[in-house]
């Protein structure tokens, strides 16, 4: 649905668009470092969940409501946003509450229309920040450029367990996750998690964790660090996409009923009408390249392996 109109607030201005809601975030003085650095965010419909509306002595707002695991920034934060910091909050003055209302309504609509609306997101329905993304820390500084995350320590202020583990980069198909912690009165951190860590490097202090930035107590550039966790934490979420679509781009090879049929009794001398000696172990060999890039289980690559070897 539309209205083609504009709800224009004291932090930003919504556009209520044909499927979705296009988010202005203001400029001025007043407005969050964060919500400046979005500058624009359009919601698609299908991401909504609803609206809540609440009014003040001194103002109103209008809250849109994001289906968990829609939003990369979101799922980033955790719960830290302060409230003025809100991306999907609009403030208004008190005496429009009753248009307040209206445009809460059509967000409601809008969620209602879709069966989904009231359940997680399968993956991410809003986009993550565009890399490259930097990131200025107590005790070192963070490069992402989309495809490796990269930490380079601080004489001044990285431990000496993070001296010893030098400067550290980390591939995209190597992080599983990414935990932030917002810096304020307690010193946060922003940490990656990496495929195969066990429950002993989770509890390392961030302050030893090579995997780790620090953040000093009162460190004031929330917006950058949060940012890049989200841009990383997309980044993560399309490399998933491409491996589980990988088998389809390839058929042939995606899974062993794709794969074709065992061939017949070998000739010696490759003259008997079958396949040669060569060309099964030429065969064999594919099929570990297959297992080695994780489109063949092992289990599949020693049966087809079997099956081929039973011919000679």
């Avoid at 419909?45 to 009014?55: E, K, Q």
């Avoid at 946003?81 to 059509?106: N, T």
């Avoid at 090579?210 to 953040?215: C, D, E, G, Y």
């Avoid at 950058?224 to 998933?240: N, P, Q, W």
Wanted: aromatic share 6%; net charge neutral; glycine share 10%.
């Amino acid at each position: 649905m539309g209205m083609g109109l504009e709800l224009r607030g004291q932090n930003a201005t919504w556009v209520f668009e044909t499927d979705s809601v296009r988010v202005r975030y203001g400029t001025g003085i007043r407005v969050p470092a964060l919500l400046k650095e979005l500058r624009e965010v359009v919601v698609p419909d299908v991401a909504l969940a609803g609206a809540d509306v609440s009014v003040g002595s001194r103002r109103t707002i209008l809250q849109m409501r994001l289906r968990q695991g829609a939003c990369p920034l979101l799922e980033a934060a955790a719960g830290q946003l302060g409230e003025g910091s809100d991306p999907y909050r609009i403030v208004l003055r008190a005496d429009q509450a009753d248009l307040a209302e209206h445009y809460a309504e059509d967000l409601r609509t809008r969620a209602a229309l879709n069966p989904a609306a009231d359940r997680p997101a399968e993956r991410f329905l809003l986009p993550g920040p565009r890399p490259p993304r930097h990131v200025k820390a107590y005790d070192g500084n963070g490069v992402f450029d989309g495809k490796t995350v990269a930490f380079r320590w601080m004489w001044s202020g990285a431990s000496s367990a993070k001296w010893r583990a030098g400067d550290q980069v980390f591939p995209v198909s190597d992080i599983v996750d990414v935990e932030w912690a917002a810096p304020g009165v307690l010193s946060g951190h922003l940490r990656v998690r990496l495929r195969g860590d066990g429950d002993d490097v989770r509890r390392l202090d961030p302050d030893q964790d090579p995997r780790a930035l620090t953040f000093g107590v009162g460190y004031g550039l929330t917006h950058e660090s949060l940012t890049f966790a989200a841009a990383v934490l997309y980044a993560i979420a399309d490399h998933r996409t491409v491996v589980r679509a990988a088998p389809e781009a390839v058929p042939a090879v995606s899974a062993p009923a794709a794969l074709p049929p065992p061939p017949p009794p070998p000739s010696l001398s490759g003259s008997g009408g079958g396949p040669s000696v060569d060309e099964v172990i030429a065969t064999i060999r594919k099929l570990g390249e297959l297992r080695d890039a994780g489109l063949l289980s092992e289990d599949e690559f020693q049966r087809k392996k079997a099956e081929l070897l039973a011919r000679l």
